[in-house]
């Protein structure tokens, strides 16, 4: 599979880490890039808490020499906000800005953000052609496959993307209504790859080598984004990329996977303080175990830790007698 290319950016393998509100933070990042990701993005940012000079929202655009190429993904209503984010996104390291036009969660929509911009296609437009002006990185757009009143709006919005300096598209394959339920439909995809000149990133329903590997030659993608399947399993980028170069990748063992959780875990109090750190982890590390030997018993104590020492004592006693 040919690397793909977002301006003078080459990402390579053209594999994606998805924007996942809560979980792309930088130490996520870091062990995706690790693991085989071309191109990582961030947690979605708020345009308006920038603006504003929010602390806990500037701390979102933090980046890592080690993790580029990144993308930090923004979200907002407002074409000039969302431009002065964009610049401030790029001072902070930021190779690519993705621009958040897919998000279903109601009190973001509400407020005409995310996925609201797709019925509001002038406003949308004008983001698109206020940042593209404003920042010399590549621009890119994440939607989903709406569709009303019997008019595919990615389909006419893409086009106009494409007119107004966008480098590439990402689209979801779910309608604005499943939000993430049912599954995905690529059809989408592959319609929208026919119809603009830019590069066109697939997603939804990428769980590993075998979805990737159909979903690039079900709609002629030029890269695969992965979301949830990567929380709590970096690896299936190293599983992906390997299967794209006709190889095989080793599944990781338990050591493996405890010695990732707890590095997880470490970064993460390293960048948030341990309260806070070990809190906005515990969903992460359960998904680590998941599926493991004494996962149950380990989950439990996970979600009951509030130190590190007690996260490590919880991995290690859950799950180090099963390795023995």
């Not at 809190?279 to 493991?292: D, I, K, S, T």
């Not at 030997?293 to 830790?305: F, L």
Request: aromatic content about 4%; charged content about 20%.
């Amino acid at each position: 599979m040919k690397p793909m290319r977002l301006g003078e950016l080459t990402i390579d393998p053209p594999l994606v880490l998805a924007p996942l509100a809560g979980y792309t933070a930088l130490p996520m990042r870091l062990l995706s890039r690790r693991a085989g990701a071309g191109l990582v993005c961030s947690e979605m940012v708020s345009a308006l808490g920038l603006r504003h000079g929010n602390r806990a929202t500037r701390e979102m655009l933090r980046t890592d020499p080690k993790e580029h190429p990144v993308a930090l993904q923004l979200f907002g209503r407002d074409p000039e906000a969302m431009a002065q984010a964009a610049v401030q996104a790029v001072a902070a390291g930021a190779d690519v800005v993705d621009l958040n036009m897919g998000c279903t969660v109601p009190k973001v929509m509400k407020t005409g953000a995310g996925a609201a911009l797709m019925r509001t296609p002038e406003t949308a437009v004008a983001i698109v052609r206020e940042v593209a002006r404003a920042v010399s990185v590549p621009v890119t757009v994440k939607l989903r496959a709406a569709r009303v009143a019997g008019r595919d709006l990615y389909l006419d919005l893409g086009a106009r993307f494409a007119e107004a300096g966008v480098a590439a598209i990402t689209l979801h394959g779910r309608s604005l209504s499943q939000r993430f339920a049912g599954s995905a439909d690529w059809q989408p995809i592959a319609r929208l790859v026919r119809e603009v000149e830019v590069p066109v990133i697939g997603n939804g329903d990428v769980d590993g080598p075998e979805a990737a590997r159909r979903m690039f030659e079900e709609t002629g993608c030029a890269a695969v984004m992965v979301g949830r399947a990567a929380i709590g399993n970096p690896w299936v980028f190293a599983r992906i990329a390997a299967d794209l170069r006709g190889e095989r990748a080793s599944v990781p063992g338990l050591g493996e996977r405890l010695a990732v959780a707890l590095c997880h875990a470490q970064m993460a109090v390293s960048l948030r303080g341990e309260a806070r750190g070990v809190r906005e982890m515990r969903p992460m590390l359960a998904r680590y175990v998941a599926g493991l030997p004494g996962a149950a018993t380990t989950r439990a104590a996970i979600m009951a830790a509030t130190t590190l020492t007690e996260v490590r004592a919880a991995l290690m006693d859950g799950l180090a007698p099963v390795a023995s």
